[in-house]
């Protein structure tokens, strides 16, 4: 099992009034990561979007917050892929300072739809091999 990584730094436009991180941007970076993720196994927003039959929409996000972030800090960001059914796919984003200390966590589930009707419809076997791959061990 592979594993995807990202390196990010806490800037101020990510703190709020108390100069911590805002919880909402635990969501940015976890879609940022996504992006980045899909970028890597070939699928770009920019593709689904443009010349796929299909779309990948979120349909639950959930986060775990153990320890607060500041101004500069460094992360990294690991993304696994934690579960992919005949529609739907898991993603875990795991939130590490340098130390390896797991600060935080968000968790996303994805469903694969038809771009026209909107319903869901299968994974494409391309993007389940390449979901595979980062597929987290139980």
Avoid at 63 to 80: A, R, W
């Amino acid at each position: 099992m592979t594993s995807f990584k990202t390196r990010r730094v806490i800037r101020l436009k990510d703190t709020d009034a108390a100069g911590v991180i805002f919880f909402v941007n635990y969501f940015v970076f976890a879609h940022d990561t996504y992006e980045l993720f899909l970028e890597e196994i070939g699928y770009s927003l920019g593709r689904i979007i443009g010349q796929e039959s299909f779309l990948l929409p979120i349909v639950r996000a959930e986060s775990d917050y153990h320890q607060m972030l500041g101004l500069e800090d460094e992360i990294t960001i690991v993304l696994n892929v934690n579960r992919i059914g005949s529609t739907s796919f898991t993603l875990v984003y795991e939130y590490f300072l340098e130390n390896q200390e797991l600060v935080g966590s968000v968790k996303t589930v994805h469903v694969c739809v038809d771009k026209t009707t909107l319903k869901k419809r299968p994974i494409p076997e391309e993007l389940r091999q390449a979901l595979e791959q980062y597929e987290k061990s139980p």
